[in-house]
């Protein structure tokens, strides 16, 4: 049953408000979306792109994308310009009076109001607004994606240029005790991304504790830390020198101890996020209740009835993130309305420890039929079986087939979905060396207060790097010991505060009296067992020259996770790769968070990021979101011609989301919804019997007239890319479904109709929504210009992001100017 | 390298982590603000304040006596002006200079001036009798200048709207300072007396960091106001004292003063509005810039009142950039000017503010503490800045516009 009298309103349209308003509008609600811009995306949509040699995962892209879906999506109305003015409470909804002058009366609010940047003018000594020289990162984005950066810093070859984290976060005294989460993770990769675009540059990022949260995060923070300098301490105040107009900082040298001034080209200021002006505005109207922070990421935050929150308005988040609240947000939304979900039945949830457990027996809460292969108790609704004898697993979204071993037999079941939670191996790090005899973390959290020791060493970030779950689980810890009356010192190398409130738990240690001591390398820690307990020796960070000795009772130390083999099984038996570190983890943002590169198959919990309980929680909700409301069926538009097929399977080899399975009769059949289009069985089939609603392109292609430049851009990012730019005449723009498309023959017709250069440009890798389009693109184009006859510039491949509008235009332009040399 | 074993139940430890804003240490980030804020700036030596903070969190209280970061530091907050936890220099270095360790560091002069002022009321030794002596003279000198009998000078008057709490200077090297701001008084037609109990307005136990020393000093001017029943103290422009005295004085005694308090300039400033001060801004026919001193702006929130009165008195105020609350400290705070042998040293921590004092072009600067006064006088000289350096009240006294 559908309702399509229901109407929703979506304030804000972010990537949170579109995610949401996608989700509802495919559910056949009428969506009214209102944003106080003139232009849908949100911040995002002014970001630059982040890839280097491949994609960063940033997500920025996926913003133009979501811009171009949600303009075309016939149940939404885009109100730009327009932001509510009055509300009133109705028997079954609103009243919502637009500042457009319109009333629509939805019965439910989505409030994705999004963020304001920090305004860092509030911090006089930082300079901004006064130098010129002194940017905040959104302005680095802005510069980025114009491709202008180069001239602002005068085409220095070697500008020294220095990020400072925390500018408006993490301040108590300001009321803003929180992290705002991304700003660490945004600095490195655009450390990562000037380095790429000036090898030269000398970059210095200053952080309070580098928030290396995430294996993504980690990865690039150890490369870089060997490509730029990592200085702990953030200056508060910016100089100039008066000879040379350059900026001057002091800092603590880490060697010497002394104050020293630094000079720079240019300092770009991590600002954090606030509340969106919008939101204040309209709190009262709402009836919602932000916490002091202006978000509503605590318990103390109320929200009113019929009204939901997503994305930053709920509290600092990235764009990933975003996206994923935004359609838990719809998905609630559906369900308040009673919107029928999706038949419930038949999930597997794989994985062998507490999590999956969790995920198994909140699903069968949920009303799934749900199968679990793990140990936890079985409930209604959720039967649990051997983990570990699982044989095969077949098929595609909707319909896999798992065959497995019991009691001596095999069986097979079928299920809708999967879900992916192995637990990875926790070692403990306790038998190592020098850790010989510490006590692992989970059991000194174990012990209760009255039998600890009097003095206790918690030492993280040591033999293994620090987790989320790890240092949150060691900060509470010794708040309770602290609080018991035991002395508790925490030796770290950054104290990681993600989280709502992880900011306000480290306070409130300190406050209790927990000690802190900081250590640069672990080199710098010397452990000595003695008589009575450890006696450790380090070099404290803070206080350069000095080394201090500290005796406990007690030392205790995070175990570590490592893959091991239930996740090792899980990737193989699921034909899913391991991400660098051996965990699972989509390695394309187009299918992150939860979801695998193969539809139906998600990841979920420690197996495949950082991931903590609070995090599992959403996760979780992300998927049920998936699950109950998936959306129509989507079909991409490629058939397999069943009498011209030769049964060979190539292309059920071939395609990266297994979404080609073998029907009764043994004959290739490709499953709509899990066809992402990329075309690469069209391209490979070896008797053309993939036929494509794309075929037309090859006709189109001999049309061409001569002395064209022809780009043959991917419909999701270079084409999308091309959007704003109005191309000059001799130019001619191809969409096509996927880079790959653009195979040999398809270039050789171009060129043989006369055009007078071909451009193919598609996706980073890494964000090719076809998983190997784009790397395949670009074999094609090597294969190409491998041919006699081909001059090497005939033929370029490029990499351009959906976002990354200035590039294309530039090397459309490069291009021309080398076709008229010629 | 050396070595220090971890000893978090020290004195040091015990007087801080009150855990009041100011003085909770323990809460410190580690974010290092404060490094970047310093004073100091990039000049050699001095203190690190992250490092001060550090050590006595971690309870290594003889290596912060041993760094001699103690007395290097000009306790002029500018580090912690901006601390996320709202962390206190001024308390963390006075409550360190106040520990036994530290107690043999003290500079001579101050012990020296302290005892002084405990003993004879007076940090350069004046006694009871020569005070009065001087005032007697000067007064008698006055009325003949001002051609008026009534043009009084008065000590130890009970019930005076006015107590003066004059810098001892005033009653040394500089008696023309004091005339000066007798001619203010006589100007604004209240009566006002000087007291031979306690002579000036220093109070250097806040120096030292010893609050029984700090209380009893504040607590001899309170009671000796109270006494005399006067209805507002005012104070010589002195820093530290305004800081005492306005901020901290509630806390030493437990209890507030019974009578209003406030500073020359403000005063001068009060009395203007009211129509009854009259300044002729012609006899200062230049812009002049004004410096805060820590003490008053940054520390006890005094920014505005100076700035007026001279905008009454010379042809604008120009700023020194940076000010107000980011304002560069002299270079002789915390005691330093105090101390004969810091010549050499004060010359470095003010480079800074020559350097700011110099970007202006101008000829002319005004402060409203005499302690900054001299420093940055000598400042001037040393750096040949060429600029003359006053006193907002000196200033607003040379132009005074007198009704007869
Ligand atoms: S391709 Fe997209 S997700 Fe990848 S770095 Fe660029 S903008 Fe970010
Ligand atoms: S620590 Fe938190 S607030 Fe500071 S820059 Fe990093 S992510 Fe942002
Ligand atoms: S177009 Fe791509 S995703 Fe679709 S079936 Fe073919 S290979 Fe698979
Ligand atoms: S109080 Fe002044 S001199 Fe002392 S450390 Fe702070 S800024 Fe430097
Ligand atoms: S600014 Fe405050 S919190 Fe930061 S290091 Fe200095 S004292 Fe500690």
Redesign the interface.
């Known amino acids: 049953m559908t309702h399509s009298s229901d109407s929703v309103l979506v304030l804000g349209g972010g990537i949170a408000g579109m995610a949401a308003a996608q989700t509802l509008g495919d559910s056949n609600i009428q969506v009214h979306l209102a944003e106080t811009a003139d232009r849908l995306g949100g911040h995002a949509a002014t970001w630059a792109c982040m890839a280097t040699d491949e994609c960063r995962q940033c997500g920025a892209c996926l913003a133009d994308d979501m811009v171009h879906q949600t303009g075309c999506h016939s149940n939404i109305s885009v109100h730009l310009n327009t932001t509510l003015d009055r509300l009133e409470k109705t028997k079954d909804g609103f009243t919502a009076h637009l500042t457009s002058g319109e009333t629509v009366t939805p019965a439910r609010i989505i409030l994705a109001t999004g963020f304001t940047p920090f305004d860092p003018s509030a ?3 930082l300079q901004f607004g006064r130098h010129d020289k002194v940017i905040t990162t959104a302005r680095l984005n802005q510069m980025l994606k114009a491709e202008t950066l180069a001239g602002f810093l005068g085409n220095a070859p070697q500008p020294e240029i220095a990020f400072i984290q ?1 500018v408006g976060s ?5 009321d803003r005790d929180f992290c705002s989460q991304v700003c660490c993770k945004i600095s490195l990769r655009h450390s990562d991304k000037l380095l790429h675009l000036l090898p030269d540059a000398d970059i210095t990022l ?1 952080h ?1 504790d580098l928030q290396t949260i995430g294996k993504e995060t980690r990865c690039l923070a150890a490369d870089l830390s060997t490509r730029i300098t990592l200085a ?6 910016i ?1 100039t020198d ?1 000879d040379t107009s350059r900026l001057r ?4 040298d880490p060697d010497t ?5 630094k000079t720079f080209d240019l300092v770009v200021l991590s600002i954090g996020m606030s509340p969106s002006e919008e939101l204040n505005r309209m709190a009262g109207q709402l009836d919602v209740r932000p916490n002091l922070w202006g978000f509503f990421n605590t318990p103390d935050a109320a929200l009113a009835d019929g009204i939901h929150v997503a994305g930053c308005a709920a509290g600092p988040k990235d764009i990933l993130g975003s996206r994923q609240e935004g359609w838990t947000a719809a998905a609630a939304v559906l369900k308040e309305l009673r919107h029928d979900p999706a038949p419930k039945a038949d999930i597997l949830v794989w994985g062998d420890g507490h999590n999956a457990d969790t995920i198994a027996r909140t699903l069968a809460e949920n009303g799934h039929t749900t199968v679990c292969f793990g140990r936890g108790a079985a409930v209604d609704g959720l039967t649990v079986l051997d983990p570990g004898r699982i044989l095969s697993v077949d098929g595609t979204a909707g319909r896999f087939t798992v065959r497995y071993e019991q009691e001596g037999g095999r069986s097979t079941l079928t299920c809708r979905a999967i879900i992916a939670a192995p637990e990875p191996e926790y070692q403990t790090l306790a038998g190592q060396a020098d850790l010989s005899g510490a006590l692992d973390l989970t059991a000194f959290a174990g012990t209760p207060a009255g039998q600890l020791p009097e003095q206790t060493a918690i030492l993280l970030d040591y033999a293994a790097p620090e987790t989320k779950a790890g240092s949150r689980l060691a900060l509470n810890k010794a708040l309770e010991a602290r609080n018991a009356g035991r ?1 508790i ?1 925490v030796i770290m190398n950054k104290m990681l505060v993600h989280g709502a409130q992880g900011q306000q738990i480290y ?1 409130q240690a ?2 209790a ?1 927990v ?4 250590y640069n390398i672990p080199e710098d820690i010397q452990i000595q067992k003695t008589d009575t307990g450890f006696s450790l ?1 380090l070099k ?1 960070t ?2 350069p ?7 406990c009772d007690q030392l205790v130390i995070p175990e570590t996770s490592v893959p091991g083999p239930g996740i090792d099984n899980a990737a193989r038996l699921l034909k899913q790769e391991k991400d660098r570190e051996g965990f699972l983890q989509s390695p394309n943002v187009r299918h992150r968070l939860t979801q695998s590169p193969r539809k139906g198959i998600y990841f979920a919990g420690p197996a495949h990021d950082d991931v903590d309980h609070t995090d599992l929680a959403a996760e979780l909700d992300g998927i049920m979101a998936d699950l109950d409301f998936p959306g129509p069926a989507q079909h991409a538009g490629v058939e397999i011609n069943q009498k011209k097929c030769a049964q060979c399977l190539t292309c059920l080899r071939i395609c990266p989301h297994q979404a080609i399975f073998l029907n009764e009769k043994d004959r290739p059949e490709i499953v709509p919804n899990a066809c992402f289009g990329c075309h690469l069985c069209v391209a490979n089939c070896p008797a053309l019997a993939i036929e494509s609603a794309s075929s037309a392109l090859d006709q189109a292609a001999e049309e061409r007239e001569k002395d064209q430049t022809v780009v043959l851009a991917c419909q999701r990012s270079a084409a999308l890319a091309a959007g704003p730019l109005t191309l000059p005449d001799p130019v001619r723009l191809i969409s096509v479904p996927c880079a790959s498309r653009a195979g040999v023959n398809l270039m050789l017709k171009l060129l043989v109709a006369g055009a007078a250069k071909v451009i193919v440009a598609g996706c980073h890798g890494g964000n090719c929504r076809s998983m190997n389009g784009s790397t395949r693109a670009r074999e094609e184009v090597s294969r190409l210009l491998a041919l006699p006859g081909i001059p090497p510039d005939k033929v370029t491949w490029h990499s351009v992001a959906a976002n990354e509008t200035q590039k294309l235009a530039r090397i459309i332009s490069d291009t021309r100017i080398s076709s008229k040399d010629l | 390298m050396e070595t220090a074993i971890l000893e978090k139940d020290t004195e040091l430890s015990r007087l801080l982590n009150r855990l009041t804003q100011g003085d909770n240490i323990d809460e410190c980030l580690t974010c290092g603000i404060c490094n970047s804020r310093c004073t100091w700036f990039d000049q050699q030596g001095g203190p690190v304040p992250r490092q001060i903070v550090r050590m006595a969190l971690l309870g290594l209280e003889r290596e912060l006596v041993d760094s001699r970061m103690l007395w290097d530091c000009l306790i002029c907050n500018r580090c912690t002006q901006d601390c996320p936890m709202g962390i206190d220099m001024d308390q963390v270095v006075t409550k360190a200079r106040g520990t036994a360790a530290a107690g043999d560091q003290i500079p001579e002069d101050i012990s020296k001036g302290i005892k002084n002022r405990l003993e004879l009321g007076d940090v350069n030794g004046l006694t009871k009798e020569e005070f009065v002596e001087t005032v007697e003279w000067v007064a008698e000198e006055f009325a003949d200048d001002m051609e008026d009998p009534n043009a009084l000078i008065l000590h130890d008057q009970p019930d005076c709207k006015f107590l003066y709490l004059p810098n001892p200077r005033e009653l040394g090297i500089n008696l023309m300072h004091l005339t000066a701001m007798a001619k203010l008084f006589y100007a604004m037609k209240e009566t006002w007396t000087l007291s031979s109990n306690h002579t000036d307005v220093t109070n250097w136990g806040y120096f030292v960091g010893k609050t029984d020393v700090e209380e009893q000093i504040a607590r001899r001017v309170v009671e000796t106001a109270e006494a005399l029943n006067i209805e507002t103290l005012v104070l010589s422009e002195c820093g530290h004292a305004y800081h005492v005295l306005n901020c901290r004085v509630e806390q030493l005694l437990g209890r507030k003063p019974g009578f209003n308090i406030v500073s020359m300039p403000e005063l001068c400033l009060a009395y203007a509005k009211k129509g009854i001060l009259k300044f002729d801004p012609e006899i200062h026919p230049y812009e002049i810039a004004y410096h805060d001193p820590c003490n008053i702006a940054r520390k006890s929130g005094g920014y505005d009142a100076p700035r007026e009165l001279l905008a009454l008195c010379c042809q604008g105020v120009r700023e020194l950039v940076p000010n107000r609350e980011d304002g560069i400290c002299c270079g002789g705070g915390g005691g330093m000017l105090q101390d004969s042998g810091t010549t050499k040293k004060r010359m470095s921590t003010g480079k800074p503010k020559a350097d700011q004092m110099r970007a202006t072009g101008l000829e002319h600067l005004a402060t409203a503490c005499l302690s900054c006064h001299r420093q940055l006088g000598e400042l001037s000289t040393h750096y040949e800045l060429g600029m003359k350096v006053d006193t907002v009240a000196g200033l607003a006294s040379e132009c005074l516009v007198l009704s007869h």
């Open positions: 911090l006089s000594g925390c993490r301040n108590r005294t300001l200053f309070m702990q301490g953030v200056p508060a105040e100089l008066p900082v002091i800092v603590e101890g002394a104050r020293v001034a002395k010192t306070d300190r406050k009296g000690k802190f001591l900081r020796t404290e803070t206080l020259g000095t080394i201090v000795t500290l005796h």
